[in-house]
Nanobody, 122 residues
Framework: QVPLVESGGGLVQAGGSLRLSCKAS????????MGWYRRAPGKQRELVAH???????NYADSMKGRVAISRDNVRNTVYLQMNRLKPEDTAVYYC????????????????WGQGTPVTVSS
């Protein structure tokens, strides 16, 4: 397992911004897909965004236009900039990685962090 360590979560007011970071312990040059997922209380996990090694991005419709994912393969770090946050964005946000989308989305075969909580107050 590749440890992925998330940081940057916290409490923010609605309309505010947060930048999440995900530090990997090995080179991101070797991981095709890196993404962010979230799990809200009582809800299923959902994909927020992912980015390929070639910097192609994909976003969930619910957050499109409000988030931006980026990766720094030299610093082995993936970022998620979140703007205009809403109370419904409250969740634990997880960083994940894998050689394919399928692998990345699997908590057993992909690389997953422990998550960082985000709470958006109204």
């Amino acid at each position: 397992q590749v440890p992925l360590v998330e940081s940057g979560g916290g409490l923010v007011q609605a309309g505010g911004s947060l930048r999440l970071s995900c530090k990997a312990s090995i080179s991101l040059f070797s991981i095709n897909y890196m993404g962010w997922y979230r799990r809200a209380p009582g809800k299923q996990r959902e994909l927020v965004a992912h980015i390929t090694r070639d910097y192609i991005t994909n976003y969930a419709d619910s957050m499109k236009g409000r988030v931006a994912i980026s990766r720094d393969n030299v610093r082995n770090t993936v970022y998620l900039q979140m703007n205009r946050l809403k109370p419904e964005d409250t969740a634990v946000y997880y960083c994940a990685g894998g050689q394919s989308i399928t692998t990345m989305s699997s908590e057993t075969s992909g690389y997953w962090g422990q998550g960082t909580p985000v709470t958006v107050s109204s």
